[in-house]
């Protein structure tokens, strides 16, 4: 699907402004600085996406934290961490010391649910804001999958095209990186960019 490059442009502004505050509750919450990648916004079907997964987050375990959100934007946003990058997460958030261990407890799952909650609540917020739109979360669960944002339990007859942003951050003296990624339809965005391309 082809769209102008002005619409491009707002969106990966409007997502670019949403991880940016989604750095910095990280960065609070860690104490350290979070270093962010400039946002990957494409436009997919759900088989593109899922042919995308494949190619580009294969041979790795990721820990997942999903949470949905509806209103003004409507959608799902994952923050996900390669098994080991999330347990080194939780320890120094529960600070503990590091270990090679990389199974979830009831304790590190809760904690690693938090710091998902604290993250896609910021982007949302921040998205929100700057859209004009009051947006509301579901609770955030915690799967393992073999990619970044599992799609594998989706409806193979969607056809809805998506927008698929990724953005990838590390955690500066520390081994730990990941993704903070946001999946909403086409139909439900375009709107409201248009709105801002016209403001």
Not at 79 to 95: A, H, Q, W, Y
Not at 142 to 154: A, F, G, R
Request: hydrophobic share 40%; glycine share 8%.
């Amino acid at each position: 699907m082809n769209v102008s490059e002005e619409f491009q442009d707002v969106l990966s502004e409007v997502i670019n402004i949403g991880v940016g505050k989604a750095s910095q509750a990280l960065s609070r919450l860690m104490d350290r600085l979070v270093s962010l990648s400039v946002p990957e916004v494409q436009l997919f079907t759900l088989t593109e996406l899922q042919s995308y997964l494949e190619e580009h987050f294969q041979g790795e375990q990721y820990v997942n934290v999903r949470q949905k959100f509806t209103g003004g934007l409507e959608g799902e946003g994952v923050v996900s961490f390669p098994l080991v990058n999330g347990k080194t997460l939780v320890d120094s958030i529960l600070e503990e010391e590091s270990s090679e261990e990389s199974e979830f407890g009831a304790v590190e799952t809760e904690a690693i649910e938090e710091v998902g909650n604290i993250v896609l609540t910021a982007v949302g917020g921040a998205i929100g804001k700057m859209l004009a739109e009051r947006i509301s979360y579901n609770l955030p669960h915690v799967t393992v999958s073999p990619t970044i944002i599992p799609v594998e339990d989706s409806d193979p007859s969607d056809n809805n095209i998506y927008c698929f942003a990724n953005t990838y951050f590390t955690v500066k003296d520390v081994d730990i990186a990941g993704n903070i990624t946001l999946m909403m339809t086409y139909s439900n965005v375009e709107s409201l960019v248009i709105r801002l391309v016209d403001d």
